[in-house]
């Protein structure tokens, strides 16, 4: 069935950029997903990208999708400590309505100063 | 403003007892979803509902039940029949069930069986 992969932790040093990795298994996912979770709270969408796009970038955030490999990365530029929280990698596929949105376990990513 | 509220934010239960979960939200989106997190796994689907008065199992459906009399309201009751119910549960609602409209989440509830 479908699966949604990620490392579960992170650590870096702020001021270093951080890349959090991804893999999911569903060849036809068309849409892909970054969101946030800081403690005790819901999730935030951060970004998403189309699966006919191979990066997307918006302020300190970079996606890059290797469509071949399955594989999607969030490049977090000049990584502060507010940046401390879960991500999760979700992918869905549109022709099953969306809400058969996967998530992958969430990496948590620990920024130290 | 806004938003989507969940209450309450913890929730204790004796075994063998129902509890029910609100979600609230005042977006004007069709599309709401019951999800349940534990530690190191990923959101598992509970329910989710493209429209009032309809609703559809998600992966992990048994011991818990919904329903949607109204637009704005999705409640979750967490039947005795779930046997390990302890877990955050996270409600989010979307425009519409399509692929590509934002979820937005409630700030969740922490449920635990006492």
């Known amino acids: 069935g479908e699966d949604v992969e990620q490392s579960l932790f992170l650590s870096v040093r702020e001021g270093d950029s951080s890349v959090i990795n991804c893999t999911y298994t569903?060849?036809?996912?068309?849409?892909l997903y970054w969101y946030k979770q800081e403690p005790g709270a819901g999730l935030q969408l951060l970004t998403y990208?189309?699966?006919?796009?191979d990066m997307k970038q918006d302020q300190r955030l970079t996606v890059l999708l290797n469509k071949k490999d399955k594989h999607l990365s969030l490049r977090i530029a000049d990584t502060q400590t507010g940046d401390s929280a879960i991500y999760f990698c979700a992918e869905s596929n549109p022709l099953t309505g969306g809400f058969k949105t996967i998530f992958g376990a969430g990496t948590r990513l620990f920024v130290k100063a | 403003d806004g938003g989507i509220t969940q209450s309450p934010k913890y929730l204790f239960r004796k075994e063998g007892q129902n509890v029910t979960l609100s979600c609230e939200q005042n977006l004007n989106h069709d599309a709401m979803y019951w999800y349940r997190q534990d530690p190191g796994q990923g959101l598992r689907l509970i329910y989710y509902?493209?429209?009032?008065?309809?609703?559809q199992k998600g992966d992990i459906a048994e011991g818990y039940s919904v329903s949607r009399e109204k637009k704005e309201s999705f409640p979750l009751t967490v039947t005795s029949a779930q046997k390990n119910p302890t877990a955050f549960y996270l409600c989010a609602s979307s425009l519409t069930l399509a692929g590509n409209t934002e979820a937005f989440f409630g700030q969740g509830t922490r449920l635990t069986v006492v």
């Open positions: 990208i189309f699966s006919n796009m």
């Open positions: 569903d060849s036809s996912s068309t849409y």
């Open positions: 509902s493209q429209i009032v008065n309809d609703f």
